[in-house]
T-cell receptor, first 113, second 111 residues
Framework: DAGITQSPRHKVTETGTPVTLRCHQTENHRYMYWYRQDPGHGLRLIHYSYGVKDTDKGEVSDGYSVSRSKTEDFLLTLESATSSQTSVYFCAIRNPGQNTEAFFGQGTRLTVV | GQQLNQSPQSMFIQEGEDVSMNCTSSSIFNTWLWYKQDPGEGPVLLIA?????ELTSNGRLTAQFGITRKDSFLNISASIPSDVGIYFCAGPGYNFNKFYFGSGTKLNVKP
């Protein structure tokens, strides 16, 4: 298994509270991604990072921010959680290039009540 | 962003049957990847395709990179209960930084 750890694995939080999800890798891959998975939508890209302190938005970035202060860690923050952010969140890592695959963590199930 | 459309959305089949699913894109992809997601897990790579027209097999799975570079196909022969899961097509965007996924095909196999 690729060395990717997501924490927490499950979280229930109240609307309006801040939440931070952590993705930690031991593979030294340059790219890291955050996706959310919802029924009927597949995996949608929230934000990604192409290096330390280098991040960019994906397709569904509103309401989310990210930070990457070191290669191993990529944090996803919901500044003020809403019920529409109830989802399963996946982190992925990848090396640069056209012919490289992404490896996934096991996911974090977040419920906003 | 680049859109990947998968069909069918879901399939209910009998054990032993063959399965076909496909993925189409609004723009050209230079790499097509097929992933499988088991319940409660993250997606895992099944097959990677790097050239238009390429046909690649992995056991009972066969995938093809469409000639137009805007589509790809995955076939599973003689399905078994452990084939149950969600199958995704995926690929890097035009600048190779972003990585896009289709909406998935949910496969159910009846023993």
């Amino acid at each position: 298994d690729a060395g990717i750890t997501q924490s927490p694995r499950h979280k229930v939080t109240e609307t309006g509270t801040p939440v931070t999800l952590r993705c930690h890798q031991t593979e030294n891959h340059r790219y890291m991604y955050w996706y959310r998975q919802d029924p009927g939508h597949g995996l949608r890209l929230i934000h990604y990072s192409y290096g330390v302190k280098d991040t960019d938005k994906g397709e569904v970035s509103d309401g989310y921010s990210v930070s990457r202060s070191k290669t191993e860690d990529f944090l996803l923050t919901l500044e003020s959680a809403t019920s529409s952010q109830t989802s399963v969140y996946f982190c992925a890592i990848r090396n640069p290039g056209q012919n490289t695959e992404a490896f996934f963590g096991q996911g974090t199930r977040l419920t906003v009540v | 962003g680049q859109q990947l459309n998968q069909s069918p959305q879901s399939m209910f089949i009998q054990e032993g049957e063959d399965v076909s699913m496909n993925c189409t894109s609004s723009s050209i992809f230079n790499t097509w990847l097929w992933y499988k997601q088991d319940p409660g897990e993250g997606p895992v790579l099944l097959i990677a395709l790097y050239k238009a027209g390429e046909l690649t097999s992995n056991g009972r799975l066969t995938a093809q990179f469409g000639i137009t570079r805007k589509d790809s196909f995955l076939n599973i022969s003689a399905s078994i209960p452990s084939d149950v899961g969600i199958y995704f097509c995926a690929g890097p965007g035009y600048n190779f930084n972003k990585f896009y996924f289709g909406s998935g095909t949910k496969l159910n196999v009846k023993p």
